[in-house]
């Protein structure tokens, strides 16, 4: 004699009677919200207040910048600023012989300071 237990599976995975297995159930509209939600989740928790620091980060940097500051620029140029104002995007960055006038954004890192070169 079978054990109840596995009656029950049988019949759940047979039916009685021949009849057809019943078709699969159309996905429901939590089956979608499960991944959005664990989505807009991870972007709260992580992505969120990265950004939000990263921001924080590149603010104190740029308020940073004074003239004889060492800097890396975006094209990988290392150079000292020359002339900052308060209020303007452009900076003004002597590399070797060269200066050259360029964004405020375009500054990737500050490397240290030096002494304010000598302007001819």
């Known amino acids: 004699m079978p054990t109840p237990t596995l009656t029950l599976f049988a019949e759940a995975v047979a039916p009685a009677g021949g ?6 159930a159309a996905p429901s509209m939590t089956s979608f919200l499960l991944p959005i939600g664990l989505l ?3 972007y709260v928790v992580v992505m969120l207040p990265a950004s939000r620091r990263q921001k924080r980060e590149a603010a104190a940097m740029f308020a940073g910048i004074k003239a004889g500051s060492r800097v890396l620029l975006g094209g990988g140029i290392v150079g000292t600023i020359v002339r900052v104002k308060d209020g303007e995007d452009e900076v003004v960055v002597k590399s070797e012989d060269s200066k ?3 964004l405020r954004s375009s500054i990737v890192r500050v490397l240290g300071d030096e002494t304010p070169p000598e302007v001819k």
């Open 100 to 102: 050259f006038r360029v």
């Open 40 to 42: 807009a989740l991870f």
């Open 19 to 24: 009849a057809e297995p019943a078709a699969p």
